[in-house]
Structures are given as C-alpha cells and as structure tokens.
C-alpha cells in the first residue's frame, strides 16, 4: 500500500529522446526539495537488463554504482549530483528486474496456481516498486522518470502503472511530459505539431499531461504556449519553456524563474515548507561559467568513437567532478580525449606534452591498452600530474613493474592469464563467478572502506584516516608483488581495513607533483556543492604544472 499523503510525479518523453528528460526531472528534484520537501528520484528503464552493468558504455553511456553497489544508468548520477545525496537500489528499476521478479514469484507458486500476465501482474510488480521506494527513503515526494518516449512498445506497461497509480489516488499523481519543439531550418519557427500528436498518443494509454516541459533551442513565445494549451488541453501556465542552455546545472534555476516549484506544489496540494534562495547552487552555477584560468586535461581512454562523433557519456562523472572542483579552484578545466589506441605507435610525446595533467579512467579489455601504459610512464617520467581511476591505478602498478622494477612482461592477468609477472590478478572470490560465466553485478561493487596513511597526498587531500568510496571490479594489485613494489617506492597509501586489498596508489611528493591512482571510483562522489578532494587536489597540481 502505498504511504499516506506520499506524491508521485511521473516524468515522460515526448517527440524523441536525449531532449533532457533526466535533467528535467533532477531539477524538479531539486527545486521541490529546496521548497522543504524530502524527494527521492526514481529512475524506470525499459530495457530487459537486470541492471546497466552489462552494457556497453559507447552504446549507452556510463555505468553508474550507487552506494549500495546497484549498476544503474548515469540518470541516477545526475539525480544524485542535483539532489546532493545517496539514492538507493529502490530508486532504480529495469524491465528486467521487474520481470526476474515476478518469474521468481510464480517459480515459487506464490501466485497460487494463477495465470500470469502482464497485466495485472507486471503492472503490480511496477506498482509494488515505486511504493516501497516511497516508503523506503522517508520521502513526501517521489520524481519519476519513465525511459523512453511515449509510443515505445517496452513503457507501455510503466504509463499503464502510472495510469493507475493516479486511479488509486487521485490526488496525489502527476504526469509532466517532457516534449521537443523543433525548429526546421527552412521555416525558422517553432513547431508544435510533434508535441501534439505525443500527447495524444499519451491519451491514448488514458493519460492526461499535467505539465509540459517544452524543450526547444530557443524560448517559447506566447503564441506557441496558447497553441499548445488549446491542443494539448493542459493550462497555459502549466507549459514551462525550456530552452537550450549553458550548463545543465541551469535548468533548476530557469524552473525558478517560471516558478516550476510552486506550481507543482500547488497542483499537488502541498505547502512550501521553505522559501528556496538555491544561493548555493547559483554560486556553483556562476563560478563555472565564469572566464577563468583553463588548465588542459588529456584522458587517455578508449570508449569514444561510436561512429562519427565523441561519446563523452561513457566519461560522464568524471568530466562532472572535473567541474566541481574547477568551481571551487576557480580555475576552468578543459578536457581534451586523447584516443589510447591512436599514439601505440609512439606519437605519445607530440600528443601528451600538452596536456597540464593526464587521466586514465576506468575501463576493461585489452583495447588501447599498451597506449595507456605509454602515458603512465610518460606522466610519471615528465612530472606531469596524473590522476588513475580504477584500471588507470592498476595499470599505473603494471607501468611501474615493467619499467621501474624491471619485470618483463608484468601485466594484469585481465590481459595476459599467462604473465611471468602477474601483478595485477583476479580477486579470489571471483575466480569460480568468471569459469562459471557468471557476470552480471558480480563483480566488487560499492562502497567499501579505505585507510589512509598519514603523511600522503591522499591523506593531506581527505584530511581524514578513514574513507568509504565506491568501487566496480574484479581484479586487484596481487598481495605477492606488494612488498616488492613499495619498496621500489610505490606507496599504497590507502588500503582496506584488512590490509589486504590495495585501494590508492602514490608517488611520494618529492618524487612527483601528483601521481596517483585509486582502485575505486571517486568520480561518483562528487558533487556540485560538494567537490571530491581527490580530484581537487589533482587540479591543483595540474594548475601548478601550467604556471611552470
Ligand atoms: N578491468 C578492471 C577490473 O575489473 C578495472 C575495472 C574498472 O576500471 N572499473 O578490475
């Protein structure tokens, strides 16, 4: 049963996708949230994955861990990184889940020798969900957003919950599309056509939109907001124009300027419990549009070509907590991707000479791979920061056997099974999970602790001796090389309470401005008011390694 009083706002697609929707539906988070509100975000993906773990970054763009260790698409990083709090795995839901779920059920007889269907036992699986998520998080609020656009077979029975949500509880649903208003290049104007044939194919499921955001390239006029209240039979007031901007982090403060907060409380029959001045976050917002100081960032990684352009999603937290600790520098990083595959053939030092420091980020396989090991040494050589984020710290340890301990043919076993010299090697438990195929969310995932030795980059940065970061992987620096390695003059400064599994990797200071890797991943602990000091700490020495 769902709690008492609790709202459901259900945020759809119209026209086409990658129009903003999950942007659209964090700043709701937020604006609702600054008004008093305790929200949480949900975030439905049609697809028959069980989770986002077992896709491919190029195709669909990074692979966001929550805390709890639940791979979920990147939405849930930007809900995070706008409502600047931990979602949790009731937050999340796949047709898959869904369905695994339900077949688990009758595998058991628990639905007592019934035939089952998707409707309505599906749809009640649905409805299930999003009500224990309600209850879960302690939230009056839950934002909702429904993948896909509106007319795709694999919603249909997501609008079909949402329908009877609002059905059960009149009062206290709300449907906002969000829509596209084109503007084709031999007409110069603004066409609304797209949008109302989209709500009409939503009525079509017995859905009415409460709200529509129209994104367009440019503002709205008055003329194209009365078109589309008479058409698409929502109030006029109710049509909220959003227009391409700057930064995604203005999207909340436009809602504000069109009072989006209050007249969604209004239609939900809920009472501002504080008067939103979002002062921070407009802080935030200016200091990264400022002209400031550009410090250049070279990753080297290998999911960017997807045909004709650049995937930078695959990247997404990263380049965000780039940002974030930019802002609070005041300093502005440009990001340059440099392609791991395209200097093994030795133009590595044209390439990367100018870049002020240098990131490997996490990845798997063997593309780009020597190409990525050219660049650790040569940022290690040159004294240019660099900055490993999971694989980048375990090539980091393969760079620094093969050169400095002078172990041939070093390697992480991912790669080579048969190394002389397997420095970086399965993890234990996940030996049998890899001979049994067994891969899916297998892997170690989510938040684990870490301490951290004083006296250490690592240690100056967090100012603490004990850390929780996120992690995703299923190799680790081999305990039989760690001696060996540290006393080479690696330092692991940042290992499990255990002692057993290395988590940060370190140069010393008089060794190297900034050489550091992290077995985890800080990049999604970063937050627009909250910048990771990990990242900020390499930006800091990137901006030192420019003035020099
Ligand atoms: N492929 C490596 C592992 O599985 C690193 C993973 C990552 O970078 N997320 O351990």
Known sequence: ?????????????????????????????????????????IKIDPYLNVDAGTMNPTEHGEVFVLRSGLETDQDMGNYERFLGRDLTPEDYMTSGMVYQSVIARERALEYGGKCIEAIPHVRDEILRRIEAAAAHNGSNISVIEVGGTVGDFQNALFIEAARVLRLQHPDDVLYVMVSYL????????????????????????????????????GSMDEKRKEKLAIWCNVR?????????????????????NDNFGDLLLDALDLPAQAHPDMQKWRTFVESIKNEREEVTIGIVGKYFDTGDFVLSDAYLSVIEALKFSGAALGVKPKIEWVNAKDFEKGTEVEILSKYDGIIVPGGFGETGIEGKLKAIRYAREQGIPYFGLCYGMQLMVVEYARNVLGLEGAH???INPNAPHPVVDVMPEQVALIREGKYGGTMRLGSYEARLEKGTIAHAAYGVEAIEERHRHRYEINPDYVEKIKEAGLVFSGVSPDGILMEIAELPQEKHPFYLGTQFHPELQARPLAPHPLFTAFLRASLKKRAS
């Open 412 to 414: 992480t076993v991912e």
């Open 1 to 41: 049963m769902a709690t008492e009083g609790h709202k459901y706002i259900f945020v759809m697609g119209g026209v086409m996708s990658g129009v903003g929707k999950g942007i659209a539906a964090s700043s709701m988070g937020l604006i609702l949230q600054e008004r008093g509100h305790k929200v949480n975000l």
């Open 236 to 256: 006029p007031d109710r049509i909220i124009s959003a227009p391409d901007v700057e930064s995604i982090y203005d999207v909340p403060l436009n809602f504000e």
């Open 182 to 217: 084109p503007v084709p290049g031999t007409l110069g104007e603004m066409k609304t056509k797209p949008t109302q044939s989209a709500v009409r194919e939503l009525n079509s499921y017995g859905v009415q939109p409460d709200f529509i955001i129209a994104r367009s390239a």
